[in-house]
C-alpha cells in the first residue's frame, strides 16, 4: 500500500502549487481521500476530502474558495489533486493525503491510510 503525495514547494504569497497524491495497492478507487495538513508547532488539520465516487468534496473554511480538490480513479492507481490558489503564508505546512473506506469527517485518527507529506512553503 503506498500513497505518495508530491508537488510541494516554495511559493510567493499569491502564487498557487497543485498538490498531486498517487494512491496504490489498495482497490482505493472505492476509498474516501483526504488531505491534511500540519504547521510548525502545530497539530494535524484538516484541509479537504472527496468522496470515493467525487460526487462529494468538502473544505476547510480556511480554504474554501481558494483550493480546488479532485480526483482521478485509474485502474491500478487513484491520484488525488489539490489546486491550490491565492496562497498565504498561513498555508504553509507539511500537507499529506489520507484514505479510508468508510470514514469522510476531518477527524485524523480515522484514516486508515497515510502518505509520507510534502512541504508546501508560502513566502510573504
Known amino acids: 500500500v503506498q500513497l505518495q503525495a508530491s508537488g510541494g514547494g516554495l511559493v510567493q504569497a499569491g502564487g498557487s502549487l497543485r498538490l498531486s497524491c498517487a494512491a496504490s495497492g489498495r482497490t482505493f478507487s472505492s476509498y474516501n481521500m483526504v488531505w491534511f495538513r500540519q504547521a510548525p508547532g502545530k497539530g494535524r488539520e484538516f484541509v479537504a476530502g472527496?468522496?470515493?465516487?467525487?460526487?462529494?468534496?468538502?473544505?476547510a473554511d480556511s480554504v474554501k474558495g481558494r483550493f480546488t480538490l479532485s480526483r482521478d480513479n485509474g485502474k491500478n492507481t487513484v491520484y488525488v489533486y489539490l489546486m491550490m490558489n491565492s496562497l498565504k503564508p498561513e498555508d504553509t505546512a507539511v500537507y499529506y493525503c489520507?484514505?479510508?473506506?468508510?470514514?469522510?469527517?476531518?477527524?485524523?485518527?480515522?484514516?486508515?491510510?497515510w502518505g509520507q507529506g510534502t512541504l508546501v512553503t508560502v513566502s510573504s
Open positions: 472527496i468522496s470515493w465516487r467525487g460526487g462529494d468534496i468538502t473544505y
Open positions: 489520507a484514505a479510508d473506506r468508510y470514514y469522510t469527517g476531518s477527524s485524523r485518527q480515522e484514516y486508515s491510510y
